[in-house]
């Protein structure tokens, strides 16, 4: 491949929403990369903690004996809530910014056209919003994770 070959395959690739280009030949080797990686940052607060308890364990707390709410309440609780997924490829943030509080947590109500998310694409902040007053029951995406088209981001039960 020449270089001209080269310089037109770069503008290409800056044109459009692709991150990573890699072709291989017997021959040649090309990877072009932009963007930078995203920093992770990980924090630990007895809130946290809080927010992290399955939306099903009351209803263990009411239900029948004890032996058969164990295993049985985890799928059910998905299953019967709806998905919100991402509408776009990019990287999810649960809040505004790295010192603030999340948007929204398991098992909070949420009006509708609250902002549950951000969803970064191409240093353009999108956020996600409700559709419809809901419970979160969960929350599938953590802080700074990629998604793509169609990733669910939270299960949530519409009231």
Not at 25 to 40: A, L, M, Q, T
Not at 105 to 121: S, T, Y
Request: charged letters at 25%; hydrophobic letters at 40%.
């Amino acid at each position: 491949m020449d270089i001209k070959d080269l310089k037109l395959l770069i503008k290409l690739v800056t044109e459009t929403d692709i991150t990573e280009f890699e072709m291989d030949n017997s021959d040649e080797k090309i990877i072009i990369k932009r963007g930078h990686k995203p920093e992770y940052v990980t924090i630990s607060s007895p809130m946290a903690q809080q927010y992290a308890q399955p939306a099903y364990q009351p209803v263990q707390a009411s239900g029948a004996p004890a032996a058969a709410p164990a295993v049985a309440p985890a799928a059910p609780v998905e299953e019967a809530g709806d998905t919100v997924t991402s509408p776009i490829v990019g990287t999810f943030y649960a809040a505004p910014g790295p010192e603030a509080a999340p948007y929204v947590a398991v098992g909070q109500v949420i009006e509708k056209g609250q902002v549950l998310c951000i969803v970064e694409a191409m240093k353009l902040m999108n956020e996600i919003e409700a559709e419809c007053k809901c419970k979160i029951l969960k929350i599938c995406k953590d802080n700074a994770q990629a998604v793509e088209y169609g990733d669910p981001l939270f299960v949530i039960q519409k009231l």
